[in-house]
T-cell receptor, first 110, second 112 residues
Framework: GQNIDQPTEMTATEGAIVQINCTYQTSGFNGLFWYQQHAGEAPTFLSYNVLDGLEEKGRFSSFLSRSKGYSYLLLKELQMKDSASYLCAVRDHQGGKLIFGQGTELSVKP | DADVTQTPRNRITKTGKRIMLECSQTKGHDRMYWYRQDPGLGLRLIYYSFDVKDINKGEISDGYSVSRQAQAKFSLSLESAIPNQTALYFC???????????FGPGTRLTVL
């Protein structure tokens, strides 16, 4: 079966660092994605990890441990515009499909 | 211009009506997808297509049908709309190498 877990909600302060965790149990694994979605808008691609380790892209970094079925998204120097839902998605082992978690709603406070 | 477009952006209809949602893309991707999003349930896959002659059911295909008219066009139909199909619908395309998906702006559908 497929199961992806993320916290439902998180709150952080402007200028701070926040880590959003994602754990997954899937019948196969072929890569993990993070997407950002502002309310009422389309999800937009943030990062893709297929090998273990940390991928850094500006203020955002994503980490993957395949043996632990675990990933996190790290957001540094938080800005108010980072308030959004963050979706973790696993690429199906047969390729083509993504399985999405329910998303983590991040609120950034002044 | 947007790479993935959806029409209409908003639609209110009545129970029993036939509805078609359209998606077009200029990204040149072979793979296209239809999702619905409901509060607390995340994105759920309705149908997907890996090329013009390929159509596959997703996890929630009942009550929906699709048509892949061309590489760039993928339409979703609700043959007889019902209120629990009220949701935000997204079309997406993906590149074959990594399956990174790119989403359209969404269609907000309300069935009364």
């Amino acid at each position: 079966g497929q199961n992806i877990d993320q916290p439902t909600e998180m709150t952080a302060t402007e200028g701070a660092i926040v880590q959003i965790n994602c754990t997954y149990q899937t019948s196969g694994f072929n890569g993990l994605f993070w997407y950002q979605q502002h309310a009422g808008e389309a999800p937009t691609f943030l990062s893709y990890n297929v090998l273990d380790g940390l991928e850094e892209k500006g203020r955002f970094s994503s980490f993957l441990s395949r043996s632990k079925g675990y990933s996190y998204l790290l957001l540094k120097e938080l800005q108010m515009k980072d308030s959004a839902s963050y979706l973790c998605a696993v690429r199906d082992h047969q390729g083509g499909k993504l399985i999405f978690g329910q998303g983590t709603e991040l609120s950034v406070k002044p | 211009d947007a790479d993935v477009t959806q029409t209409p952006r908003n639609r209110i209809t009545k129970t029993g009506k036939r509805i078609m949602l359209e998606c077009s893309q200029t990204k040149g991707h072979d793979r296209m997808y239809w999702y619905r999003q409901d509060p607390g349930l995340g994105l759920r896959l309705i149908y997907y297509s890996f090329d013009v002659k390929d159509i596959n059911k997703g996890e929630i295909s009942d009550g929906y049908s699709v048509s892949r008219q061309a590489q760039a066009k993928f339409s979703l139909s609700l043959e007889s709309a019902i209120p629990n199909q009220t949701a935000l619908y997204f079309c997406a395309t993906s590149e074959t190498s990594t399956d990174t998906q790119y989403f359209g702006p969404g269609t907000r559908l309300t069935v009364l």
